[in-house]
């Protein structure tokens, strides 16, 4: 969806870098996740913020962090990036947990 | 933890054979939803589905939740190669507004 935009689309990285990516949206949604992706293991929520000043963890948040700059802005850190941790990661938005989720086009990390 | 399984993994048909890919929960679910990845793609929203039982149709789409709210399917009818993707379904399961629990997806192909 063009109004939920991630960058960067494709990153190759070291081990040990830290690292960011980043997720704009346009659709004025109060809600945003961070899910990871992996083969065979679908979708794992890793971070997820209701408001601004709200940060909650996922099922997988070790290794990572975040924050809500702007309603339109949620980014993910690797402080340290470990190869186990090459993934796709998507970008998503909601009005609430009772509607759709809207996700970016995702991006491609791979940790050498 | 709270999980929603989902089967098969993988699945092949011929065009304009049916298919199903069925979901089920540990835990009884507020709602569920649906969402499809196409190849190289980001998930999109399907359906949600909220009431005990409830059947709801889009085109050659049938989807459906268990009477208990624990276990929910998706039907397609004659499949076409357009149908070609992964299917998630994706499970709250309180509401209090927890985050989505994806299933691990059905990656269904087609051969014409």
């Known amino acids: 969806d063009a109004d939920v935009t991630q960058t960067p689309r494709n990153r190759i990285t070291k081990t040990g870098k830290r690292i960011m990516l980043e997720c704009s949206q346009t659709?004025?949604?109060?809600?945003m996740y961070w899910y990871r992706q992996d083969p065979g293991l679908g979708l794992r929520l890793i971070y997820y913020?209701?408001?601004?000043?709200?940060?909650n963890k996922g099922e997988i948040s070790d290794g990572y962090s975040v924050s809500r700059q702007a309603q339109a802005k949620f980014s993910l850190s690797l402080e340290s990036a470990i190869p186990n941790q090459t993934a796709l990661y998507f970008c998503?938005?909601?009005?609430?947990?009772?509607?759709?989720?809207?996700f970016g086009p995702g991006t491609r990390l791979t940790v050498l | 933890g709270q999980q929603v399984m989902q089967i098969p993994q993988y699945q092949h048909v011929q065009e304009g054979e049916d298919f199903t890919t069925y979901c089920n929960s540990s835990?009884?679910?507020?709602?569920i939803q649906w969402y499809k990845q196409r190849p190289g793609g980001h998930p999109v929203f399907l359906i949600q589905l909220v009431k005990s039982g409830e059947v709801k149709k889009q085109k050659r789409l049938t989807f459906q939740f268990g009477e208990a709210k624990k276990n929910s399917s998706l039907h397609i009818t004659a499949t076409q190669t357009t149908d070609v993707g992964t299917y998630f379904c994706a499970g709250v399961t309180n509401q209090a507004g927890t985050a989505l629990i994806f299933g691990k997806g059905t990656t269904l192909s087609v051969s014409s």
């Open positions: 998503a938005t909601g009005l609430a947990h009772y509607n759709e989720q809207f």
């Open positions: 913020s209701f408001d601004v000043k709200d940060i």
């Open positions: 835990t009884t679910l507020s709602n």
């Open positions: 659709k004025g949604h109060d809600r």
